[in-house]
């Protein structure tokens, strides 16, 4: 059915008068910030591959070959079957949104307040935002078509050490390989109950320094960089505590009343509020070495938009697609780590 021009919603909203030209305020999200797009996602910071997904080679044992002999001694040479394959699959998001050619005609000329595509478009780009937000920090549901969040790839526990095993619903472990019968595939956890220095604090030193394993041979890793590349996320409760502790120990703040907000860091990693974790009660806390961690993309399918596309049965409506295939990757789980106050998963 053909739509007339005033049953138009969103072309009668961008015409009225004494609006202003070509700005608007946008209150349709409810995030202060979209770390996933806004950075994970930057093309200069992914990856990109071919096939069905990624595979890696991951050494989860040694052979134990070495041993002290004496002179003349016979010897006993065994080959340890030390490595296995993580796999992971690529999983495929999707938005859009679309147009009347005839609305961009009734929205040009001098009372033109926005353009209208750029209005439609934003809105898809805002969705696509809040489902990779939701994505990434919520609990993964089992399904096989959403990709993989942080808490596929980080477990936590109750008790201290390298406890962060599978997820409930993912029985053969994080990228195919089990952590039940690797467990040097387990992340490092810990439980902590206050914000200050003699708990929290301390118990992040020793997840910081318990997570830098450093190889005694030199091997062709995957690493993108060696050493500690930490981004310590957490929500707003846990960065102003740890921002307060900033305070308390610096004597020359000066006249600014909040110096650290958006300085504070831990090892100079810095610390990143992420508002989707104000929901979470245990207070999680996320240490990810972006040297083992990573996003990646089929190639050419990087935020891939096409369009306007002529809608069947609709000749005058064009409809536009943004597409990614994608998921996240980790090559060492024992460099990543999860506090809370409760040790839940």
Known sequence: MA?????????????????????????????QEYEVLSKMLKSSKVKFSTGEGLQRNV??????????????N???????DVMQVLDVPFRHTTTNYAFDRRERAMNEGPEQIVELVKVRRADAMISLAKLLEDTFWDDHGGDNVTPFGIRYWIQGA?????NGGNHAQFASGPGNLSASDYPRWSNYTD???????SDLVKK?????????????VDIPDYRTSKGQNYRIYMNEESISALEDIGEAQNENLGRDLASMDGNISFRR?????????????????YLVNWGVFSVFFLKGEHLREDGPLRVAGQHNVYQVHVDLSWNSLCVDRRRLAKLSTDGAA
């Open 204 to 216: 992040l030193r020793k997840a910081h320094r318990l997570t830098d394993f450093k190889s005694p």
């Open 59 to 72: 050494m989860v044992d040694q052979s134990g070959a070495a041993k002290h002999v004496g002179l003349y």
């Open 269 to 285: 990693n810095p610390l990143v509020y992420i508002p989707k974790l104000d929901a979470e009660t245990n207070k999680p806390i």
């Open 191 to 197: 439980k902590f109950t206050n914000f200050t220095k």
């Open 3 to 31: 739509l007339s021009h005033d049953q138009i919603l969103d072309l009668v909203k961008t015409t009225q008068k004494e609006l202003g030209k070509m700005r608007w305020t946008e209150i349709a999200t409810d995030l």
């Open 158 to 162: 109750t008790t201290q050490g390298f």
């Open 74 to 80: 016979s010897d006993d040479v065994n080959v340890g």
